[in-house]
């Protein structure tokens, strides 16, 4: 399997595409020649990267400010993807965020806020075009979870439950959709050099993270575009990441649970 084939009339659409593994994404996809619609909330990043991915590549590039915490406003994006005579035969779910801190301190409105679009917002944009992709027999849908999602861990209960919401999300649509020509795969990143952890109050953790664990989000992107193009299930960037990843899926709770309670000590 491979992804759909570039097209005047079809686009990739990249949710979260103002910043770090999103941006890289919409970067990876354009120089693959695909023509990209890019979503977020802050319209002037959009725009200074659709230019970038238009004079760089020759691609169509187009911009769709959305807050996709917002069920009514994500919900008239397709509307206003179509009505720009487009087709999406690739969607890259990426928009999320996270937090830090015990649950019972932290703002409930954003953690409510944190499910609306780590979870909910994933399962609307993939319901609403997925069934088309499946009655064309081509598309490929890209879910960011992260390796946060294959542990519970206490200080980060909302996001890291939110991400293992997204990675079964996407291994179920995987084994769902792969013999009906669409091709999903879940990307379970580690550290990765983004804005994320000074948003998610996680600076002191990423500092405590030796360089040779962290990967670009370059590089990040590209494993993530590759693996969606041979329809890899799950791509999980960076050898100590994966082995991570392994211990956290398989180490008894009772063991893992104090353990990540003192990496992340809030």
Avoid: W
Avoid at 83 to 89: E, K
Avoid at 107 to 121: F, I, K, P, Q
Avoid at 207 to 221: D, Q
């Amino acid at each position: 399997m491979a992804l759909p084939a570039p097209s005047p009339s079809t686009t990739a659409l990249v949710t979260g595409a103002s910043s770090g593994i999103g941006a890289d994404l919409a970067r990876e996809l354009a120089g693959r020649g695909h023509g990209v619609v890019l979503v977020a909330r802050r319209g002037d990043r959009l725009e200074a990267l659709a230019e970038e991915l238009r004079d760089a590549h020759g691609i169509r590039a187009d911009v769709l400010t959305c807050d996709l915490t917002d069920p009514a406003a994500r919900d008239a994006l397709p509307g206003r993807i179509g009505a720009l005579g487009l087709t999406v035969d690739i969607l890259v779910n990426n928009a999320g965020y996270g937090s830090a801190g015990q649950f019972v301190d932290l703002d409930l409105a954003a953690e409510t806020d944190m499910v609306r679009l780590n979870c909910e917002a994933v399962v609307a944009l993939s319901g609403a075009y997925a069934p088309a992709m499946v009655q064309r027999g081509d598309g490929a849908i890209l879910v960011v979870a992260s390796s946060a999602g294959m542990q519970p861990i206490p200080g980060q209960a909302t996001y890291a439950a939110s991400k293992a919401f997204a990675l079964a999300f996407a291994e179920a649509l995987h084994e769902e959709l792969g013999h009906r020509g669409v091709a999903v795969t879940a990307l379970c990143p580690g550290p990765v050099d983004t804005e994320f952890a000074a948003r998610a109050g996680l600076e002191e953790a990423f500092a405590s993270v030796p360089s040779f664990a962290r990967v670009s989000a370059e590089a990040c992107a590209r494993q993530a575009i590759d693996g969606l193009a041979r329809n890899k299930r799950v791509v999980t960037p960076g050898l100590p990441t994966r082995a991570v990843a392994v211990a956290g899926r398989h180490t008894p709770r009772s063991v893992l649970l104090p353990l990540m309670r003192r990496f992340y000590p809030v």
